[in-house]
Every structure is written in C-alpha cells, then in structure tokens.
C-alpha cells in the first residue's frame, strides 16, 4: 500500500486535503471519488515528512486520538448497534460528536468508503494511526460472525481495562518524579549559586574547612564549571538511548534489562502478562482463530520480550505444539499461566482460564503500585532530607566555627 496526497473540494464547494493509502494512483483516485471528491491534485507522499511541516498536537488543539477516544466511541458503537441503528448513521452521528478532528475526519471518511461498498472492518483499516490492526481484526470476526454489537462491547470493556492499567501505572510514577526533580532543582542551584558565594566568605575568613566541606566546594566548583557540558552530554547520550530503543535489537536489550532489574522487573512482568492474556482471550471470544490471535497479541503487546516470546509460541503452536508447551520454554512466562493454559487445553475452557488470569495479574499490578507508592514516598522523603541536610550541615558547620570564633 502507498500514501497519496490530495487536493479535493466537495460537490459544495468546500476545499479537502489530506492523504489516502491505496495500492496504486488509480485505485487512489477512485477511493476519492466513491467519497463524492472532485480532485484537484494528487501525487505520492513523501517518505518521511519535513520536520518544519509535521503537525504539532500541542498548537494544533490535540489532533492526535487517544486510546480514551477509542474506548468511548466503541461504547457508543454498541449502543447504537443494540438500537439498531445502521451503521451509516451511527458513524455520522458519531463523527458530529466527536471533539477530536483526525478522528472525525477518520470516521467521515471510514462512512463514505462503506457507502462504496467497502467492508467495516477494511475501511477502519485505511486509518492505522487510529485503529490497531487488533482492532480492526476484532471487527472483522464481527462481521464475519453477524455479532458486531458483542464485538464492540468487548473491544470497549478491553480497552477500557487497558487504559485503567496504563494510568495506575503512570498515575504511580508522577509523585516521586516529580519529587525527585524538586530536587534535582534545588540541588541544582544550591551549587551553583548559594555555596560559591558561601565558599567566597570561608576563604577570604581564613577558617579552617572541614574535609567534607572542601568536597561539597570541589563539587560545586565542578558544576559551574562543567555543568553545561554535563548536561550536553545527558542529552546526547538520552537521545542516542531512545533511537537505539527504536531499534530492533536495542528495544529487545533495553526491554530485556528492564525485566531483569530487581523491583521493576516483576512489576513490569505482570503488567505484560496482564494486557497478554487480555489481548489473547478477547481475541479468542470474538471468534478470531489461535493462531491469529498469538500474532495479533504480539503486535499489541507493547513489549519487545513478549513480542518474540509470542512469536515463537506461535510459530511452536503452528509446528503442532500445544500453546502451554510452547510458552514453557521461555522464562519470562510465568508457571502459573502455562498450568492455568494447560488446564484450558484440556477442559476445552482456554478462553476462561485467560479471563481469569488476566483479571487476576491486573489486580496484582495494581496492588504491586499501590504498595509501592505507599513505600516510596516516605524513602523518597527520607533521602531527599538526608541529601539536604548533608550540604547543610556541610555549608553551615564552618560558618558556625567562624561565628563562634569570633
């Protein structure tokens, strides 16, 4: 498939602009018109777009849909599919709605190709920045199945999961970033610009300075005078980390020693099997086979381990192997869902036992965080006061030696 550009107006009047994937120009040209389009330009895009002509979210009003969107609009989905509303009508309705413009942009044009004869789940296809390719796999088992109103209820309680999942995982970290760089902050400028003018009044004092206050001197002096260079350097540094992370091997070394850090590594463990087993089991009830369900998992997972680990699982279950057997060999899976997924296997009740673990590894993640955000803040606060008090003690010692002295 290739990206077009096109230049349009409606039978209006009123001027269009944007992209559409198509397998070649001509095909291109026709999915324009079946949406009533009269072309007035159309060439293929760009490889990559120039940095001075990407769009901003943050200054464009928040073009980009979030996964809160996505859930929202397959409950209304549901809705409307229960009232028996057909599905034209119910993409405008919710497309007027919508506060977002690419996704009402998305889904006027996701109307338009159904009315040219398109399938739901190949026009939600043309739009990949807004629906996952488990997504539309899950809506394509709907139609496939006549349960489109079922399939959307899933696809809305999963999703719904997921986003409850990702923000008690995020909504743990903020607190102790956002102390930690408090402090960093602070730090910060206590060294560059409280202690030099405090080391000035030592020297010229002639009073003798205790060796850890020369080493808080030393440090601060350092600071000021490479500080800017330290800081080049992070960035440096933070930028080749996240391209190398974009990497395929990079993102599977970093994923890999993430998993392997003491604390982070279980919680990081069960929030990957938690969102595995949901993937796999909603995929499985919405009809969607074995086999696709692992591949589509994989691609949705998140996580580069758990990526291959699914791959070769799959490609272990395509050779003849049960899936129990094939999650078996890979140590990042853990033992209690390879026997709950045997036991599945056997009790013909796969779906289930992936329901019940998922339900039961989302409750441990989000007791793990709580446990944890009640433990990091008062370590937080102890050591962020030690670190304090350290250069207080460190700065105000020798001027009390000077006082007394006097």
């Known amino acids: 498939m290739s990206l077009f550009n096109y230049q349009a107006r409606t039978p209006a009047g009123e001027a269009k602009s944007g992209t ?18 009269i072309i007035l330009s159309l060439s293929p895009a760009q490889d990559e777009e120039p940095w001075y002509q990407a769009d901003i979210s943050f200054f464009s009003g928040g073009g980009r849909v979030k996964l809160k969107d996505i859930v929202i609009l397959s409950r209304q989905m549901a809705t409307l599919f229960e009232a028996r509303v057909p599905v034209i009508d119910s993409l405008k309705v919710l497309a007027a709605e919508t506060a977002r413009p690419k996704l009402k942009e998305a889904l006027a044009a996701i109307s338009q190709d159904i009315q040219g004869g398109l399938s739901i789940a190949q ?37 719904e999961r997921n986003y409850e999942l990702i923000s008690k995982a995020r909504g743990a970290l903020i607190y102790p970033a956002f102390v930690f760089s408090v402090f960093i902050i602070v730090m910060s400028l206590m060294f560059v610009l ?107 997972v998140g996580n580069p381990v758990y990526k291959k680990m699914i791959e070769e699982a799959g490609d272990a279950v395509k050779g003849g192997a049960q899936i129990s057997e094939a999650f078996a060999r890979h140590k990042d899976m853990p033992a209690l869902v390879i026997q709950m997924i045997k036991i599945g296997e056997e009790t013909g009740k796969l779906g289930f ?48 030696n000077l006082s007394s002295a006097i």
């Open 20 to 37: 559409i994937e198509a397998p070649n120009l001509e095909l291109a040209v026709t999915a324009l018109q079946r949406r009533s389009l």
């Open 123 to 159: 026009s939600l296809s043309r739009h990949p920045d807004v629906f996952s390719t488990f997504y539309v796999n899950m809506v394509r088992s709907g139609e496939e199945s006549g349960k489109l109103e079922e399939i959307f209820s899933y696809l809305a309680d999963y999703l």
């Open 194 to 300: 409280v202690i030099p003018q405090i080391t000035q009044i030592l020297i010229e004092s002639g009073v003798e300075i205790p060796l850890y206050t020369r080493i808080i001197m030393n440090m601060s002096n350092f600071m000021r005078s490479f500080g800017i260079f330290i800081l080049m350097l992070f960035a440096v540094a933070g930028v080749g980390l996240w391209r190398y992370s974009k990497t395929e091997k990079g993102g599977f070394i970093i994923a890999s020693f993430f998993l392997d850090l003491p604390l982070v590594g279980p919680i990081l463990q069960k929030f990957y099997v938690a969102r595995f087993t949901d993937n796999f089991e909603t995929l499985i009830a919405g009809g969607v086979t074995i086999l696709r369900s692992l591949e589509l998992t994989g691609e949705v």
């Open 353 to 400: 036992m992936l329901k019940t673990m998922a339900r039961f590894y989302r409750k441990e993640v989000e007791n793990t965080v709580d446990s944890m955000v009640g433990l990091i803040e008062p370590i937080m606060i102890i050591l962020l006061g030690l670190g304090v008090g350290i250069l207080v003690v460190s700065v105000l010692m020798p001027i009390y």
